[in-house]
């Protein structure tokens, strides 16, 4: 039992070393660091922010643009950083697996929860100003709000796995990831409620697990005030899926690592 609990404290210190690795990296020792992880999102939020109004008005279909960008935007950003950062792992970061301890997945897990933690501070930074300047009303559940970004993060980890491991397999594929990846906007629900389609349509968006995970975080957002559309455990199941299938994948790439 204790090897055990010593093999969990070891890949602890591992991956916790490997984010701060990450982190330098990308930002280096004599700027702002960690601060431009927190910047690079809240400016895309804070520009679509500033302009959404200003086409849209106030409100659209009765919803305050305001805090619907900024939970849309915020989602769409941490969707697309959890998988394009994560993509060319094995090529760039190859050198790490020299260290014994150092496993290919430990690099994915800090990589990914560098994006996770920076894009939800970076809402809060755009957040907590709105709410002190009175533009948007405070969060009605923290709960169900960080709930549903907890599994939005679970299920963008499983599709950066899987994108993952299949471009490291196969160069061609990483050309068609972008295009793909917006091809399916319409399936992350950022750009719209669920109750403002007709019913045919809301019957097919429901069928992705995207759109549940930004209801619920929109829940947690607006309350009562909004008809919401969601099941923790229906994305829940997805993440476990979409998880075990790119665990799968990357192991399977391992092989395809070539040593720096």
Request: net charge positive; proline share 5%.
């Amino acid at each position: 039992m204790k090897s055990y609990f010593d093999s969990i404290a070891l890949k602890v210190r591992v991956i916790n070393a490997l984010f701060i690795r990450e982190l330098m990296a990308r930002y280096g020792h004599n700027n702002v660091g960690f601060l431009w992880q927190v910047l690079e999102p809240l400016l895309l939020t804070l520009g679509v922010l500033v302009s959404w109004p200003l086409i849209y008005g106030e409100r659209d279909h009765g919803v305050r643009v305001v805090p619907l960008v900024l939970t849309g935007y915020t989602f769409l950003t941490l969707w697309r950083h959890m998988t394009a950062r994560l993509t060319n792992t094995f090529r760039q970061a190859s050198g790490l697996l020299f260290h014994r301890v150092v496993k290919p997945i430990d690099i994915l897990i800090a990589r990914g929860f560098l994006e996770a933690i920076g894009t939800l501070m970076a809402f809060f930074a755009a957040y907590i100003p709105l709410v002190l300047l009175n533009i948007i009303d405070p969060v009605s559940d923290y709960l169900i709000l960080l709930g549903g970004w907890t599994l939005m993060c679970f299920l963008s980890f499983g599709v950066a796995l899987i994108i993952t491991g299949i471009t490291q397999m196969s160069e061609t594929f990483e050309r068609f990831v972008q295009p793909v990846m917006y091809l399916i906007l319409p399936l992350t629900g950022v750009f719209y409620m669920v109750y403002w389609l007709p019913p045919a349509a809301r019957q097919v968006v429901l069928y992705s697990p995207l759109v549940h995970a930004c209801e619920m975080y929109r829940a947690g957002m607006f309350g009562n005030a909004l008809p919401t559309f969601w099941d923790p455990s229906y994305i829940l199941l997805w993440g476990i899926a979409l998880n075990a299938l790119g665990w799968v994948l990357v192991v399977r790439a391992q092989k395809h690592i070539e040593m720096e």
